[in-house]
């Protein structure tokens, strides 16, 4: 189980493996362009091996990119359209720089219910893989289940993959919208639960990645907020007892929290998981 972080690419790709080093990051999970814009631009060639060296000399590892917040396979035609063009492009250059795959957010309903778009949301993921590189994985990240967002339940991404039906599409859990969606992954009852609910609605050989985040709302909120590690509703005693937890013993977890200083993922929250990982007797 390796301790990794959201980090920055400001300067370029390699410059991340710079900052997961200044921060004893094991793992990494990175943008590749702009999360806020549909605009990609795609790295120089120059840019692709100097992040495959460094990263090869640094043992950082594995990497993961995220996708455009943009992204929605919920929306309507134009978007959808935007979306796949987007995830299509990450997916690519994940398959350039040779990291493990792309996490996204599923996006919203609109109202309509899941059911509702759930052909429409398939056929736009195999539309993407369909443009891909075969070895990357595209990751669907479960959501907070605020209104009508997608993927909040289990069960609604274990159908998703069902109805996608190929071994690409993994899954990458996050804590803090585990407990704002409702499940109470903080006590050894709740995670067994929790863990027995998604090897049997997705199966937890397809579990690839955590976003680890403590949690500025209480369980059930329906509200995505991060907060540092054991300073929200998780606590560190609720991490010890997710890393404890046999389904996640080969499974990064990469910090998405807000920083000490406000700056995103830093030292500090890197060396509060590591001690909890010794602590819940979990090995790198």
Request: hydrophobic share 40%.
């Amino acid at each position: 189980m390796k301790v990794g972080a959201h980090v920055s690419t400001a300067g370029g790709l390699s410059k991340s493996i710079d900052r997961a080093q200044e921060i004893g990051a094991e793992a990494i999970q990175i943008f590749a362009s702009s999360p806020r814009a549909w605009a990609f631009k795609s790295p120089s060639e120059e840019e692709v091996l100097a992040f495959r060296e460094k990263s090869a000399e640094a043992d950082v590892a594995p990497t993961f990119l995220h996708g455009s917040y943009l992204v929605n396979v919920g929306g309507a035609p134009e978007l959808i359209e935007k979306s796949v063009e987007s995830l299509a492009s990450h997916m690519n250059v994940a398959g350039q720089i040779g990291v493990a795959g792309v996490i996204f957010h599923g996006g919203s309903h609109k109202g309509v219910g899941f059911e509702g778009i759930l052909d429409q949301a398939a056929t736009a993921l195999r539309d993407v893989l369909s443009r891909s590189p075969s070895d990357v994985w595209l990751i669907i990240e479960n959501s907070a289940g605020m209104g009508a967002h997608i993927g909040s339940s289990f069960k609604e991404i274990g159908t998703l993959m069902e109805a996608i039906d190929s071994p690409q599409v993994m899954v990458c859990l996050d804590t803090q919208h585990c407990l704002a969606a409702g499940y109470n992954i903080v006590t050894d009852d709740g995670i067994q639960a929790a863990m027995d609910e998604f090897d049997k609605e997705i199966g937890l050989s397809r579990l690839v990645a955590v976003h680890a985040n403590d949690s500025k709302m209480e369980l059930g909120s329906g509200v995505d907020r991060h907060e540092n590690i054991g300073d929200g509703h998780l606590g560190e005693a609720g991490f010890e007892t997710i890393m404890g937890h046999d389904a996640f013993r080969d499974v990064p977890f990469i910090l998405e929290v807000p920083g000490l200083e406000k700056k995103g993922p830093d030292k500090e929250n890197v060396d509060r998981l590591k001690a909890i990982r010794a602590r819940a007797g979990a090995s790198q």
